[in-house]
């Protein structure tokens, strides 16, 4: 699947029927970030979860296809990165492509930094600073 660049956020939700409606919640963080704004309209796509037999396919599939929950980054990458908000324990936080966050201890929110990637999980990854970058450079 093509994920396009205008990509807001990328999460994993369910949906809920209240009311004769069906909802889907948006995390709050999405909102906190700044990359949604509450009272505007969005595409939405709506993707099925993969089953147990869709995950423990034989080998024998000609094209495995990845899955969306693959990070974007691996451990000893480094990139260059702007700080866009600190956390609740007061490290930055950073987003990279299809909005996977990116949380860099030691950084003030604006802050640009280069950084490598230490530790990568299934939805978030850890990075140190490697150097702090003017905005000139």
Known sequence: MEIPEQLHCLFSGSVDERNGSYVIEVPEQELRLGDLVAGETYRV????????????????????????QTPPVEEGEQRTVEI??????????????????????DTKQS?????????VRE??????????VSYYE
């Open 45 to 68: 796509a709506v993707l099925p979860s993969p089953t147990t037999s869709e995950t423990n396919k034989s080998d024998a599939d000609p094209q495995p296809q990845q899955t969306s």
């Open 84 to 105: 866009e908000d600190i956390g609740d324990q007061g490290d930055g936080i950073t987003r990279v492509e299809r909005g996977f966050v990116v949380i860099v201890p």
């Open 111 to 119: 802050e640009r930094v280069t950084i490598e990637i230490t530790d």
């Open 123 to 132: 939805n978030v990854a850890f990075a140190e600073v490697v150097e702090r």
